[in-house]
Nanobody
Framework: QVQVVESGGGLVQAGGSLRLSCAASGRTGSSYSMGWFRQAPGKEREFVSAISWSGGRTWYADSVKGRFTISRDNAKNTVYLQMNSLKPEDTAVYYC????????????????????WGRGTQVTVSS
């Protein structure tokens, strides 16, 4: 059973930084994509960033390009999202997700292609 747990959310002032972590337990010797999504009150869940198993391919939503950086440590089955220059519009619940085994160089950006989800971590950016 794969379990996904996010951490690192919190309250930060505009212009500040946060680092989210996501640990995926229960994986055994397979490659998979990992991604971050977010959902603000009254809005649909949206893609934020994703990374391939190899780490060589990443993808970002236009709204976070240049401010957020995704990385992963496969030895720890963990993915990170470094968020800099945060804006009030970044306020949302951030969800981490992982896929079933796929080729190591593939990065997935569509939420429907992710199989395992965490419960989310709240990020609040005050103005």
């Amino acid at each position: 059973q794969v379990q996904v747990v996010e951490s690192g959310g919190g309250l930060v002032q505009a212009g500040g930084s946060l680092r989210l972590s996501c640990a995926a337990s229960g994986r055994t010797g397979s490659s998979y994509s990992m991604g971050w999504f977010r959902q603000a009150p009254g809005k649909e869940r949206e893609f934020v960033s994703a990374i391939s198993w190899s780490g060589g391919r990443t993808w970002y939503a236009d709204s976070v390009k240049g401010r957020f950086t995704i990385s992963r440590d496969n030895a720890k089955n963990t993915v990170y999202l470094q968020m800099n220059s945060l804006k009030p519009e970044d306020t949302a619940v951030y969800y981490c997700a992982t896929t079933r085994p796929i080729p190591a160089t593939i990065v997935i950006v569509t939420p429907g292609s992710y199989d395992y989800w965490g419960r989310g971590t709240q990020v609040t950016v005050s103005s």
